[in-house]
């Protein structure tokens, strides 16, 4: 998978489709990403001590990383990842319109 932690993704399918968010986990195994503020659902929390109340948290579910396409951090573009060899025989992955290094 060619997305990273940290990566500033846009979402293409989906019920949250057009929006915008940095990347928080990547889930190889399963080929899914979580992004901020994309795909939120709600859990509802028990009360842990006598007296309080429960609560509702808002946290941001997995989403299929096919759906997600990088956004360049130079150009600004959505665009697809390339891989190139720099100095050093290590891969960098670069934009693909603009052919920048990205990391």
């Given amino acids: 998978m060619r997305i990273k932690k940290g990566d500033k993704v846009k979402v293409l ?3 949250d489709k057009g929006k915008t968010g940095k990347v928080l986990q990547v889930f190889l195994e399963r080929q899914r ?3 901020e503020g994309v795909n939120l659902l709600f859990k509802n929390m028990r009360p ?3 007296g309080e109340r429960g609560q509702r948290i808002q946290f ?4 299929i990383a096919a759906n ?10 959505v665009t697809r990842i390339g891989r190139q060899l720099a100095e050093g025989k290590k891969k960098v992955r670069i934009c693909r319109k603009c052919k920048s290094v990205i990391d």
Avoid: F
Avoid at 68 to 77: F, H, I, M, N, S
């Fill in 68 to 77: 997600v396409a990088l956004v360049c951090p130079k150009c600004g573009q």
């Fill in 48 to 50: 842990r001590k006598q």
């Fill in 33 to 35: 990403v979580s992004v």
């Fill in 60 to 63: 941001p579910a997995p989403i």
């Fill in 13 to 15: 399918a989906g019920k």
